[in-house]
């Protein structure tokens, strides 16, 4: 067994409708290589011996110490040296909870009392010797909750890791161990191989060592920070005046746009996972960024946070199926730095609150306001807000409880960002029409139905997203609906971002004159629209994602005006019947190499649709079909078929009672996610061979899944798969 998901109930089905968004929760720490781990090997034999020791019973082992000492790190190369000699291993992040940031416990899970969650562990567990990690535990009560549901007598071990010395006092003292920073050589090793990992002999250059041993004592031997400035080369700690008179060098070195957007990021929360395309939208917004030769802002906001990355100054979260950065994040130390040095040049200030602002405050000179969920929807608090900022240039309310925008937002002339994102506005001022210098409008997931008849007056918009949930389980087929489609949308020229509209009568001929546009989704598409529609979305030269949504579940998409002269459409999402021979329609035919990402939902492709899929587009790097029908059994995944695949998302796919995936299939696949295919009863066959898997979903499959999977010995199999639930 492969650090498996024990859950009585795992996560809701209509949780997974936007799947490739989700991140994994477990937050297993990635495996550092021996060679890259200094000072560590004295411990690791101390809990190694421990590991074995002559005690039947189980033992509790706790490792404890101050932030940034390396605990996880050590028990982490501990587990994965030893697991293998435990039958069950599991590694458990316990969660603490800030503010509404954890994610939902499933219902079953949450409706347990604890008598019932240890009988389900021990059901998991018995006669089986066990290594369990609780890595991060605050308190002893989460220990002694479930603490008898470990004593099997099988010599299992609980390794916990705590910066909390009444959690490590959990164990004996002799089973206690108590970790210390680095001594002065370790630590200078430590950086050395971080900060010129280059070189083959990590040696620091003689020019260097005056200031890398400076830089190293002002560490105290802490891992975290050693690593972190060792990976950041010259860059600054914002917890020591000398180190950061040092490591400033770096943050001077960058152009000013670098700077302010790195300055920038530091405002967002902490380990707030940023979208590359909302830090984007943003950067430009504030004006930090500007057209460069034949580089839209866009493009060079993107320059900028490759550089960022490039510099060990943001770190990379997610990739997306380009392969280019999805979401990013600012680690902690780093964004102390950020914060200290954006008040010393009054750039800006974050204030972490938990709390929803209530009462009317007054910020005269604010420019920028990101408030995620933090504004609530008490009358004229945003009127308040508003009014007394009358040179504000980004409001971004995500989240928000509020429930309409006041009509004053009119009178903010510099405004170019507007982000009202799952908020419970209805409805927007016509007032709006006066914001001439508006680059984004972000509605998405909002009640509102129709924009102001004015808003094609805004003709410095860019980025217009917006569309409202009809189902908040998203099981229906039109689950989410687009905005009305304004009448004179062709004088919105400058658009590059349009999610998402309903079709009109009329949209084909107003995009003739939107050919700036990336990015299109377009809603309640029927029959008769598709050969205007798609002739003219073929003309955009610069088209990259496309979505097109049928009015309802029996209306058939015909595709075959769809001939894109942009060959960088890499993305395309369809929820619809397709018309007869639709593979051999240019789409497919002509374009098929180029994409990259494909998504389709309730729709028949023919009789196995993988396999009928895979010819035509052999570059994908994502394929998600829902509710695509299937006529014959088994679904097979043929040798050699999506050979650059990272992500298969089958779902609500009630044909399939059979999957066989053939020696050579899938040779790049990181996840697949199986999701409500009710007939399926057998363990797909030739699973075991995709060597490369990450994470497994096996989630509401046949009643029988579960009990075949354990009785065909498949977690001994699936070993190297990090992550898998079922």
Request: proline share 4%; aromatic share 6%.
């Amino acid at each position: 067994m492969k650090d498996q998901w024990f859950q009585h109930s795992q996560l809701v089905p209509d949780k997974l409708a936007m799947i490739e968004r989700q991140q994994s929760q477990d937050g297993f720490p990635d495996f550092v290589k021996d060679e890259d781990l200094v000072g560590i090997e004295k411990n690791r034999k101390l809990l190694s011996g421990w590991l074995y020791s002559d005690e039947l019973d189980s033992t509790v082992i706790t490792v404890s110490g101050m932030d940034g000492l390396g605990k996880s790190t050590l028990v982490t190369n501990l587990h994965e040296r030893e697991k293998v000699n435990f039958p069950v291993h599991a590694w458990i992040v316990l969660l603490w909870k800030i503010g509404n940031m954890v994610p939902p416990v499933p219902s079953e899970i949450d409706k347990m009392d604890v008598h019932d969650l240890k009988a389900e562990i021990k059901k998991k567990l018995q006669n089986r010797k066990c290594l369990i990690v609780l890595d991060d535990v605050w308190e002893q009560e989460v220990y002694f909750k479930i603490h008898d549901a470990f004593q099997n007598h099988q010599a299992s071990r609980i390794i916990i890791t705590t910066r909390k010395d009444h959690v490590g006092a959990i164990a004996l003292l002799d089973h206690h161990l108590q970790l210390e920073p680095l001594d002065g050589p370790d630590a200078f090793d430590l950086f050395c191989r971080r900060a010129f990992h280059n070189k083959e002999d990590h040696k620091c250059p003689k020019e260097f060592e005056e200031i890398a041993t400076s830089i190293v004592d002002r560490c105290h031997g802490l891992p975290l920070a050693i690593v972190t400035i060792g990976r950041w080369q010259l860059s600054e700690l914002s917890t020591n005046d000398h180190v950061r008179a040092i490591l400033n060098l770096s943050y001077h070195d960058l152009s000013l746009g670098l700077r302010n957007c790195f300055l920038y990021c530091s405002l967002l929360p902490e380990d707030y996972p940023m979208s590359r395309e909302s830090l984007v939208r943003l950067w430009v917004a504030e004006g930090f960024v500007l057209s460069r030769e034949k580089n839209t802002p866009e493009e060079v906001a993107e320059g900028n946070l490759m550089e960022l990355i490039h510099r060990n100054m943001l770190e990379v979260v997610d990739y997306d199926e380009l392969g280019r950065v999805s979401t990013c994040k600012m680690h902690g130390i780093m964004r102390d730095l950020a914060l200290s040095v954006a008040k010393e040049e009054k750039f800006g200030s974050a204030n972490d609150y938990e709390a929803i602002i209530l009462s009317p405050v007054k910020f005269p000179r604010l420019r920028s306001l990101v408030a995620h969920g933090m504004i609530s929807s008490t009358p004229d608090l945003l009127s308040s807000i508003l009014s007394e900022s009358k040179n504000l240039t980004v409001l971004e309310l995500q989240d928000s409880n509020i429930t309409e925008v006041p009509t004053f937002i009119g009178n903010l002339f510099n405004l170019r960002y507007i982000g009202l994102r799952r908020t419970n506005v209805k409805s927007l001022p016509e007032s709006i029409e006066k914001l001439f210098n508006l680059h984004t409008l972000d509605i998405k997931q909002t009640q509102i139905e129709k924009l102001p008849l004015g808003i094609v007056k805004v003709k410095k918009l860019r980025h217009l997203l917006a569309d409202r949930f009809a189902d908040e389980k998203q099981s229906d087929f039109r689950y989410f609906i687009g905005v009305e489609s304004p009448k004179g949308l062709s004088n919105l020229e400058e658009l590059q971002t349009l999610e998402t509209v309903q079709v009109s009568k009329d949209l084909a001929e107003q995009l003739k004159k939107l050919m700036q546009l990336r990015s299109i989704w377009i809603d309640n598409v029927s029959a008769s629209d598709c050969e205007n529609l798609f002739a003219t979305l073929s003309t955009m030269p610069l088209l990259s994602s496309l979505l097109i949504s049928a009015r309802d579940v029996n209306e058939t998409l015909c595709l075959q005006a769809l001939d894109p002269i942009s060959t960088k459409l890499h993305r395309l999402i369809v929820r619809g019947q397709w018309a007869s021979g639709t593979l051999k329609y240019p789409i497919f035919r002509n374009h098929g190499e180029h994409l990259k990402y494909l998504a389709l939902s309730w729709c028949q492709l023919g009789e196995d649709p993988l396999s009928v899929l895979a010819p035509h587009v052999p570059n994908l790097t994502y394929l998600s079909l829902n509710r695509v029908n299937s006529v014959t059994n088994p679904t097979v995944l043929s040798a050699g078929c999506f050979p650059h695949l990272k992500t298969l998302v089958l779902k609500r796919m009630p044909d399939v009672k059979q999957m066989e995936i053939g020696d050579g299939a899938l040779p790049r696949i990181e996840g697949l996610y199986i999701v409500s295919l009710a007939q399926l009863d057998k363990v797909p066959q030739g699973i075991e061979l995709l060597l490369s898997l990450k994470r497994l979903w096996l989630l509401y499959l046949h009643d029988e899944f579960k009990t075949l999977w354990q009785t065909s010995g498949m977690h001994q199999k699936m070993q190297h798969v990090p992550e898998i639930r079922i």
